[in-house]
């Protein structure tokens, strides 16, 4: 079974960054390509980045060049560093590990919420 448990969101002012991290706790790190996701409030889940178990990357054309996603699989870590933030960022932060034999087999983190406001 997997778990994954993100944190470093917060409530930050327009143009700031934060790092959001995500643990992931379970076996085979490096089987699992890595989302991250977001929501905001009244609107549906939107993926924003991809990495996976090899280091390539992928983000929404709404973050490109502001998001960057990164892993250790070392630490079973994946993270979201997020720049020149902008109110429409704001959003529930999800990370999600998708089994790459399988890709049926996801699980979702609680998710941390991100603020974005002066």
């Known amino acids: 079974q997997v778990q994954l448990a993100e944190s470093g969101g917060g409530l930050v002012q327009p143009g700031g960054s934060l790092r959001l991290s995500c643990v992931f706790y379970?076996?085979?790190?490096?089987?699992?390509?890595m989302y991250w996701h977001r929501q905001a409030p009244g609107q549906a889940r939107e993926l924003v980045a991809t990495?996976?178990?090899?280091?390539?990357?992928n983000y929404a054309d709404s973050v490109k060049g502001r998001f960057t996603i990164s892993r250790d699989n070392a630490n079973s870590l994946v993270y979201l560093q997020i720049n020149s933030l902008k109110p429409e960022d704001t959003a529930v932060y999800y990370c999600?590990?998708?089994?790459?034999?399988?890709?049926?087999?996801?699980?979702w983190g609680q998710g941390t919420q991100v603020t974005v406001s002066s």
């Open positions: 999600r590990a998708e089994e790459i034999s399988n890709r049926d087999i996801y699980y």
């Open positions: 379970g076996r085979s790190f490096s089987s699992y390509v």
């Open positions: 990495i996976t178990s090899g280091g390539s990357t």
